[in-house]
Protein backbone atom coordinates (compact mmCIF):
# COMPACT_ATOMS: atom_id res chain seq x y z
CA UNK A 1 0.00 0.00 0.00
CA UNK A 2 1.24 3.58 -0.06
CA UNK A 3 3.46 4.55 2.38
CA UNK A 4 4.22 7.93 3.03
CA UNK A 5 7.70 8.51 5.56
CA UNK A 6 9.02 11.59 7.21
CA UNK A 7 12.21 13.06 8.67
CA UNK A 8 13.63 12.91 10.81
CA UNK A 9 11.50 11.28 13.55
CA UNK A 10 12.80 13.83 16.47
CA UNK A 11 14.41 16.90 16.75
CA UNK A 12 15.28 18.98 19.50
CA UNK A 13 15.86 22.42 18.94
CA UNK A 14 16.64 25.79 21.04
CA UNK A 15 13.78 28.12 21.04
CA UNK A 16 14.78 30.54 17.86
CA UNK A 17 16.20 27.92 15.85
CA UNK A 18 14.37 26.84 12.37
CA UNK A 19 13.04 23.83 12.17
CA UNK A 20 12.15 21.56 8.88
CA UNK A 21 10.26 18.09 8.80
CA UNK A 22 10.38 16.32 5.38
CA UNK A 23 7.89 14.27 3.56
CA UNK A 24 8.44 11.52 1.30
CA UNK A 25 5.55 9.47 -0.35
CA UNK A 26 6.20 6.38 -3.09
CA UNK A 27 3.61 7.29 -5.42
CA UNK A 28 2.33 10.80 -6.73
CA UNK A 29 0.29 12.45 -4.73
CA UNK A 30 -3.06 14.43 -5.63
CA UNK A 31 -2.44 16.69 -2.75
CA UNK A 32 -0.91 16.69 1.04
CA UNK A 33 -2.04 17.93 4.13
CA UNK A 34 -0.14 18.81 7.28
CA UNK A 35 -1.35 17.96 10.72
CA UNK A 36 0.34 19.61 14.33
CA UNK A 37 -0.38 17.13 17.15
CA UNK A 38 0.11 18.83 20.72
CA UNK A 39 1.46 16.22 23.62
CA UNK A 40 -1.60 14.70 25.03
CA UNK A 41 -3.94 16.26 22.11
CA UNK A 42 -6.06 14.82 18.89
CA UNK A 43 -4.43 16.00 15.40
CA UNK A 44 -5.45 19.40 14.12
CA UNK A 45 -4.91 20.44 10.20
CA UNK A 46 -2.86 23.19 9.43
CA UNK A 47 -2.89 22.85 5.47
CA UNK A 48 -2.95 21.42 2.53
CA UNK A 49 -0.96 21.82 -0.80
CA UNK A 50 -2.34 20.53 -4.06
CA UNK A 51 -0.28 21.99 -6.94
CA UNK A 52 3.30 20.68 -8.07
CA UNK A 53 5.56 23.62 -6.58
CA UNK A 54 3.82 24.76 -4.50
CA UNK A 55 4.21 26.81 -1.34
CA UNK A 56 2.00 28.39 1.40
CA UNK A 57 2.80 30.16 4.37
CA UNK A 58 1.13 30.82 7.60
CA UNK A 59 3.13 33.37 10.13
CA UNK A 60 6.78 31.44 11.17
CA UNK A 61 5.46 28.22 9.17
CA UNK A 62 5.94 27.61 5.27
CA UNK A 63 5.27 24.72 3.46
CA UNK A 64 6.37 23.26 0.21
CA UNK A 65 4.87 20.35 -2.31
CA UNK A 66 7.80 19.23 -4.41
CA UNK A 67 7.31 19.83 -8.57
CA UNK A 68 7.19 15.95 -9.04
CA UNK A 69 4.34 15.68 -6.14
CA UNK A 70 6.28 13.17 -3.94
CA UNK A 71 7.39 15.38 -1.23
CA UNK A 72 6.71 18.12 1.24
CA UNK A 73 8.48 20.05 3.26
CA UNK A 74 7.28 22.02 6.78
CA UNK A 75 9.47 24.80 8.33
CA UNK A 76 9.26 26.39 10.95
CA UNK A 77 11.16 29.78 11.41
CA UNK A 78 12.22 30.99 14.60
CA UNK A 79 10.66 28.03 16.73
CA UNK A 80 8.68 28.88 20.00
CA UNK A 81 7.77 26.32 22.74
CA UNK A 82 4.05 26.54 21.62
CA UNK A 83 5.59 25.09 18.70
CA UNK A 84 6.07 21.92 20.92
CA UNK A 85 4.35 18.56 18.94
CA UNK A 86 4.00 16.43 16.67
CA UNK A 87 3.84 17.23 12.92
CA UNK A 88 2.55 14.94 10.41
CA UNK A 89 1.74 15.14 6.55
CA UNK A 90 -0.99 13.08 5.11
CA UNK A 91 -1.70 11.87 1.64
CA UNK A 92 -5.56 12.43 0.77
CA UNK A 93 -6.81 9.81 -1.53
CA UNK A 94 -9.74 7.74 -1.15
CA UNK A 95 -8.41 7.39 2.15
CA UNK A 96 -6.42 9.09 4.40
CA UNK A 97 -2.53 7.94 4.88
CA UNK A 98 -0.89 9.68 7.59
CA UNK A 99 3.09 9.77 7.76
CA UNK A 100 5.12 8.38 10.22
CA UNK A 101 5.18 12.28 12.41
CA UNK A 102 8.74 14.69 13.66
CA UNK A 103 8.16 14.89 17.03
CA UNK A 104 9.28 18.67 17.82
CA UNK A 105 11.14 19.69 21.31
CA UNK A 106 11.71 23.03 21.84
CA UNK A 107 14.23 24.33 24.66
CA UNK A 108 14.08 27.49 26.19
CA UNK B 1 -21.72 22.69 18.62
CA UNK B 2 -20.70 20.78 15.64
CA UNK B 3 -17.72 18.43 16.06
CA UNK B 4 -16.64 15.16 16.47
CA UNK B 5 -17.05 12.93 19.82
CA UNK B 6 -15.63 10.03 21.20
CA UNK B 7 -16.61 8.34 24.52
CA UNK B 8 -15.20 7.24 26.68
CA UNK B 9 -11.97 9.47 27.08
CA UNK B 10 -10.18 6.53 28.94
CA UNK B 11 -11.46 2.10 29.03
CA UNK B 12 -9.65 -0.10 30.77
CA UNK B 13 -10.86 -3.98 30.09
CA UNK B 14 -9.93 -7.55 30.73
CA UNK B 15 -7.55 -9.46 28.21
CA UNK B 16 -10.13 -11.53 26.27
CA UNK B 17 -13.26 -9.14 26.44
CA UNK B 18 -14.43 -6.98 23.29
CA UNK B 19 -14.94 -3.61 23.51
CA UNK B 20 -16.97 -0.97 21.57
CA UNK B 21 -15.22 2.47 21.40
CA UNK B 22 -17.76 5.19 20.13
CA UNK B 23 -17.20 7.75 17.72
CA UNK B 24 -20.10 10.31 16.45
CA UNK B 25 -20.03 13.68 14.49
CA UNK B 26 -22.77 15.74 13.93
CA UNK B 27 -20.71 17.83 10.93
CA UNK B 28 -22.62 16.16 8.22
CA UNK B 29 -19.80 14.43 6.94
CA UNK B 30 -19.90 11.64 4.79
CA UNK B 31 -16.16 9.56 5.60
CA UNK B 32 -15.46 8.69 8.77
CA UNK B 33 -11.83 7.04 10.09
CA UNK B 34 -10.45 4.99 12.88
CA UNK B 35 -6.52 5.55 13.42
CA UNK B 36 -4.36 3.54 16.31
CA UNK B 37 -1.88 5.46 17.88
CA UNK B 38 1.23 3.63 19.62
CA UNK B 39 3.47 5.90 22.20
CA UNK B 40 5.78 7.70 20.02
CA UNK B 41 4.31 6.47 16.81
CA UNK B 42 2.41 8.14 13.80
CA UNK B 43 -1.19 6.80 13.13
CA UNK B 44 -2.04 3.84 11.61
CA UNK B 45 -5.52 3.40 9.64
CA UNK B 46 -7.50 0.79 10.94
CA UNK B 47 -10.94 0.84 8.72
CA UNK B 48 -12.53 3.85 7.06
CA UNK B 49 -15.85 4.42 5.48
CA UNK B 50 -16.67 6.75 2.24
CA UNK B 51 -20.51 6.66 3.00
CA UNK B 52 -23.27 5.19 5.08
CA UNK B 53 -23.57 1.61 5.06
CA UNK B 54 -20.08 1.23 3.70
CA UNK B 55 -16.73 0.68 5.12
CA UNK B 56 -12.65 -0.26 4.23
CA UNK B 57 -10.36 -1.90 5.83
CA UNK B 58 -6.89 -0.15 6.20
CA UNK B 59 -3.54 -1.55 7.05
CA UNK B 60 -4.34 -3.07 10.17
CA UNK B 61 -7.78 -3.83 10.52
CA UNK B 62 -7.21 -7.55 11.80
CA UNK B 63 -8.57 -7.76 15.30
CA UNK B 64 -11.13 -5.00 14.50
CA UNK B 65 -14.68 -4.31 13.71
CA UNK B 66 -16.70 -1.72 12.59
CA UNK B 67 -19.99 -0.71 11.50
CA UNK B 68 -21.72 2.34 9.70
CA UNK B 69 -25.60 2.51 10.09
CA UNK B 70 -25.63 5.80 10.88
CA UNK B 71 -24.23 8.54 9.01
CA UNK B 72 -23.17 10.04 11.79
CA UNK B 73 -21.83 7.20 13.95
CA UNK B 74 -18.88 4.73 13.37
CA UNK B 75 -18.41 2.72 16.38
CA UNK B 76 -15.13 0.50 16.71
CA UNK B 77 -14.79 -2.95 18.39
CA UNK B 78 -11.55 -3.95 19.31
CA UNK B 79 -12.39 -7.78 19.64
CA UNK B 80 -10.00 -11.01 21.51
CA UNK B 81 -8.50 -11.13 18.10
CA UNK B 82 -6.56 -8.08 18.71
CA UNK B 83 -2.89 -9.80 20.44
CA UNK B 84 -1.74 -5.87 21.88
CA UNK B 85 -4.83 -3.75 21.84
CA UNK B 86 -3.47 -1.32 24.38
CA UNK B 87 -3.28 1.66 22.27
CA UNK B 88 -4.85 5.77 22.04
CA UNK B 89 -7.80 5.22 19.47
CA UNK B 90 -8.56 8.40 17.58
CA UNK B 91 -11.53 8.60 15.15
CA UNK B 92 -11.88 11.34 12.08
CA UNK B 93 -14.65 12.99 9.78
CA UNK B 94 -14.61 14.99 6.47
CA UNK B 95 -16.60 15.93 4.15
CA UNK B 96 -15.89 13.18 1.95
CA UNK B 97 -12.68 10.79 0.94
CA UNK B 98 -11.22 11.36 -2.32
CA UNK B 99 -11.79 15.28 -1.84
CA UNK B 100 -9.13 17.87 -0.72
CA UNK B 101 -10.92 18.52 2.65
CA UNK B 102 -9.86 18.76 6.07
CA UNK B 103 -10.41 15.76 8.48
CA UNK B 104 -11.57 16.11 12.26
CA UNK B 105 -10.07 14.49 15.04
CA UNK B 106 -12.17 13.45 18.09
CA UNK B 107 -10.25 13.83 21.49
CA UNK B 108 -9.78 9.98 20.81
CA UNK B 109 -9.89 6.96 23.30
CA UNK B 110 -6.92 5.84 25.34
CA UNK B 111 -7.68 1.74 25.74
CA UNK B 112 -5.96 -0.15 28.23
CA UNK B 113 -6.28 -3.90 28.38
CA UNK B 114 -4.99 -5.35 31.27
Known amino acids: GQQVMQIPQYQHVQEGEDFTTYCNSSTTLSNIQWYKQRPGGHPVFLIQLVKSGEVKKQKRLTFQFGEAKKNSSLHITATQTTDVGTYFC????????FGTGTRLQVFP | DGGITQSPKYLFRKEGQNVTLSCEQN?????MYWYRQDPGQGLRLIYY???????QKGDIAEGYSVSREKKESFPLTVTSAQKNPTAFYLCASSIASRSFTEAFFGQGTRLTVV
Open chain 1, 90 to 97: AANTDKLI
Open chain 2, 27 to 31: LNHDA
Open chain 2, 49 to 55: SQIVNDF
